[in-house]
Each structure stands twice: as C-alpha cells, then as structure tokens.
Antibody, heavy 116, light 113 residues
Framework: QVQLVQSGAEVKKPGASVKVSCKAS????????MHWVRQAPGQGLEWMGR????????NYAQKFQGRVTMTRDTSISTAYMELSRLRSDDTAVYYC?????????WGRGTLVTVSS | DIVMTQTPLSLSVTPGQPASISCKSS???????????LYWYLQKPGQPPQLLIY???NRFSGVPDRFSGSGSGTDFTLKISRVEAEDVGVYYC??????????FGGGTKVEIK
C-alpha cells in the first residue's frame, strides 16, 4: 500500500550527526517532492526543507542551512535527512511527508534524542 | 515568512456539540492562480498529522462531513458540527502559498468533556 516507512529511533550526543531514512512504497517515488518536518516534545510542527527525488534538488529552511542535508536513493525509493552538529534542542520527532502542493502522506516519525 | 496564528489554544467539548477553530495568516493566502493555500490537519495522540481539509474548504478523502472549512484571504475557520470522541487531538492550520516553505499554526488541542 501507499506508505512512508521511517528508520528507528536514535540517541546521539551533542555535536554528532544523525541520518534519518524514509522509504516510499506504493507510488512513484520520483513523482513527488518530499518534505521533512520536525516536532519537539510537546511543541508544534516545524518545516525543515524539501527534496525533489527526481533531480535531487533541495530547499532548506534558513534556520537549518549549513546543518541539514537532504538526499535520496532512487534505486530503493528512499529519502534521507541528515542533521549535523546536534544540540539538545534538536531533540524531536522527525517526519517525512510526501508533497502534492501540500503534505498528504506522512511517515510515522523518527524520534531523535540528543543527550550527553 | 508568513505567520499563522490559531485560537483558541485549547478546547473542551461535550460529545455531540459543535466546535470551531480560528486561523489567521499574516499575509493573504490567495494566489494569483485563484486558489487559496490553506490546509487543516489533525494530529491524534502518538500519530503523525493527517490531512482534513485542503484549499480552505475541500475535505480530503475519507474525512467525515462533520468537518468543514471556510474563510478567505487571511481569516479561516475549521468547524466540527458534532464532536465525537475520535476527534480528540491537536488541530493545525498550514499555509503552502510560499512553497517550498510551509508554516504551521501553533495548534489547538481539542479534548472531550
């Protein structure tokens, strides 16, 4: 069925990097942009950026410029979001979401905990 | 960036009663193509957001007709005609007129009395 399956929870130390994956199935992966949105504990939704799985082109929120890298592997229909130089306030659930001019299909999220 | 402001912060509703959530944007969400890029999502506890309404007033596939959206320009409303227990969660409005940038409202938590 149509779904996005994300990688499992991660625990990282401050200063480290994390790479979250998002595997698409049930639709043409290269036909839709993919957003990444995060949600800190008890907080709202924050857009991080978007990747075009067809071209690999990216757009990042200014807040994350220089720290975030979004990539994809079309051979396995998987998008990736890597966040570097992690801080404690990067502790959040990270979601991928398919774009149809709006996010219509979301992954279940990946909890990233940053703690020393 | 467009700022999305939701009110109220929380709502406690008796089952079967109506509920209404307001969302105001800092800029008009009416595009030159004639569409208004305002959406409503519900995030149930422990789940990702799920789309309820797209382009102000269109119910997404499978969304019950007790949910309705209205508004124009910068002022929008989500209404639930008769709240049910399964409607609990946090409701978010979102704009996509500034694609690729998306911005969300702060959320409105709906609980059952």
């Amino acid at each position: 069925q149509v779904q996005l399956v994300q990688s499992g929870a991660e625990v990282k130390k401050p200063g480290a990097s994390v790479k979250v994956s998002c595997k698409a199935s049930g639709y043409t992966f290269t036909g839709y942009y993919m957003h990444w949105v995060r949600q800190a504990p008890g907080q709202g939704l924050e857009w991080m950026g978007r990747i075009n799985p067809n071209s690999g082109g990216t757009n990042y929120a200014q807040k994350f410029q220089g720290r975030v890298t979004m990539t994809r592997d079309t051979s396995i229909s998987t998008a990736y979001m890597e966040l570097s130089r992690l801080r404690s306030d990067d502790t959040a659930v990270y979601y991928c979401a398919r774009d149809r001019d709006f996010p219509d299909l979301w992954g279940r999220g990946t909890l990233v905990t940053v703690s020393s | 960036d467009i700022v999305m402001t939701q009110t109220p912060l929380s709502l406690s509703v008796t089952p079967g009663q109506p509920a209404s959530i307001s969302c105001k944007s800092s800029q008009s969400l009416l595009h030159s193509d004639g569409k208004t890029y305002l959406y409503w999502y519900l995030q149930k506890p422990g789940q990702p957001p799920q789309l309820l309404i797209y382009e102000v007033s269109n119910r997404f596939s499978g969304v019950p007709d007790r949910f309705s959206g209205s508004g124009s320009g910068t002022d929008f409303t989500l209404k639930i005609s008769r709240v049910e227990a399964e409607d609990v969660g946090v409701y978010y409005c979102m704009q996509s007129i500034q694609l690729p940038r998306l911005t969300f409202g702060g959320g409105t938590k709906v609980e059952i009395k």
